[in-house]
């Protein structure tokens, strides 16, 4: 069994900067943690940020310059750091974990309004 548990969300005002949080706990064997993404009501679900099979990192447009994904490897744990957070980053985020072709896994969402 595989568990995402994010934590490290919370108000922020437009402008503010917030790092969430991604830990895999579990049967953690090649484990991949790869990505982070939100949705919105009335609107799909998007790749914020995610690591390539190369090992680079890809970012959608609309945050291009502001959040930052890193990940540390030996404690199995995934961040995203968001700066200049605008109103229209208000989301929920969800981290994103793989397991060989045919596992998926996700944690359990993290509200991050932005508001004055």
């Known amino acids: 069994q595989v568990q995402l548990v994010q934590s490290g969300g919370g108000l922020v005002q437009p402008g503010g900067s917030l790092r969430l949080s991604c830990a895999a706990t579990g049967s953690l064997f090649a484990i991949n943690l790869n990505g982070w993404y939100r949705q919105v009501p009335g609107k799909q679900r998007e790749l914020v940020a995610g690591?390539?099979?190369?090992?680079?990192?890809n970012y959608s447009e609309s945050v291009r310059g502001r959040f930052t994904i890193s990940r540390d490897n030996a404690k199995l744990t995934m961040y995203l750091h968001m700066n200049d957070r605008k109103p229209e980053d208000t989301s929920v985020y969800s981290c994103?974990?793989?397991?060989?072709?045919?596992?998926?896994?996700w944690g359990q969402g993290t509200q991050v309004p932005v508001s004055s």
């Open positions: 994103h974990a793989a397991r060989g072709p045919l596992s998926a896994y």
């Open positions: 690591f390539t099979r190369g090992g680079g990192t």
